[in-house]
């Protein structure tokens, strides 16, 4: 799992975050986070806690040398230092961020509190349970939305999902289930619909994270959720069809890639385009994108209007909420 800053946290790029944590028991994800980083266009320098304390002051004040916007990173840092490095954070100069990490840091520590409660500095965490844990954690929020799984789907899902959103796994699910008609779920329906698409497209899911009282079908209802959610989706089928724009027109006058080769050639483009399309949805995009016309994604796009208008005019029926989903792999 990777996460890009400047597209998990667009304000990053206008200089809204001026400082982020990193923190889990993953430090590989950690890795992966700020290996991202290193490819915007700043001065970027790591350094470990102690070595940070002995060149702060040349490292934090502007010169000749960091007129630029600069990203520090400042890797495993203490719990007893926060707040020494507090009174640096609020004196730091516009165009410096930091980037602290940590692989010790749970929800409860001083660091991750502060973090949580600021508007300015940004919380990732980097967290992954065992596949026990998951199965666990998943089977209770499936009951709290009375939904069963076979216990063999249980532990594919869990498995999927051990980074976790269990919460919005547990709603996508039982929407899945009641689109099924409460028939038991295949692992081709959890594949086709969950893997493919919902695993790549969670922020779609932000807006109903936040009221894990509700179902998913209570909370769609509304309409300014409902449009929120197609709208994700209408912005991610305009970039796929500037995606295929990019590679008819790269294929006339160059010689088109193979395998890998053509698969970084595609990620290289999706990441310029503007906004890049986020990084999740890349796996689905790397699978479909060679089936996909034009003039197939235009049907999309014109779908997807239309679901709008739908429910601007209050005729969204129940049993679309799940087309959505379907509408970006059924010919």
């Not at 999927?160 to 028939?183: F, M, P, R």
């Not at 695993?199 to 300014?224: A, G, K, Q, V």
Request: glycine content about 2%.
């Amino acid at each position: 799992m990777k996460i890009a800053l400047h597209e998990f946290f667009p304000a990053f790029k206008e200089k809204m975050y001026r400082a982020f944590l990193l923190y889990g028991n993953k430090p590989d994800l950690i890795e992966n986070i700020l290996n991202e980083v290193k490819d915007l266009d700043v001065r970027f320098i790591r350094t470990q806690d102690a070595e940070f304390w002995d060149h702060y002051v040349t490292l934090c004040s502007p010169t000749l040398f960091n007129v630029g916007r600069t990203v520090i990173v400042i890797e495993e840092v203490s719990e007893g230092k926060f707040s020494a490095y507090q009174s640096i954070l609020n004196t730091l100069p516009e165009t410096i961020h930091l980037i602290f990490t940590s692989s010790q840091f749970r929800k409860h520590t001083v660091w991750v509190q502060n973090f949580q409660k600021s508007s300015v500095w940004g919380l990732v965490p980097s967290y992954e349970v065992s596949l026990d844990q998951s199965i666990i954690i998943l089977k209770r929020c499936l009951a709290a939305h009375d939904v069963s799984l076979s216990g063999n789907h249980i532990k594919i899902v869990a498995q999927w999902i051990q980074e976790g959103d269990w919460v919005s796994t547990a709603k996508t699910i039982h929407l899945l289930c009641q689109t099924n008609n409460n028939h038991p779920l295949q692992q081709e329906d959890l594949e086709g619909v969950f893997h493919y698409l919902v695993l790549n497209s969670e922020e779609i899911f932000l807006p109903l994270l936040h009221t894990p009282d509700m179902s998913i079908i209570t909370t769609l209802r509304y309409n300014d959720q409902k449009l929120k959610w197609v709208r994700a989706w209408q912005k991610l089928a305009w970039q796929c069809w500037q995606l295929k724009v990019l590679l008819e027109q790269y294929t006339k006058t160059h010689k088109e890639p193979k395998g890998s080769a053509r698969a970084q050639h595609i990620t290289t483009l999706a990441t310029q385009l503007d906004p890049p399309i986020f990084f999740k949805h890349l796996p689905f995009i790397l699978q479909n994108i060679d089936t996909w016309s034009l003039g197939f994604l235009e049907q999309r796009m014109n779908a997807l209007y239309d679901l709008e208008i739908n429910i601007k005019k209050e005729t969204f029926r129940d049993n679309d909420n799940i087309s959505v989903f379907r509408m970006m792999y059924t010919d």
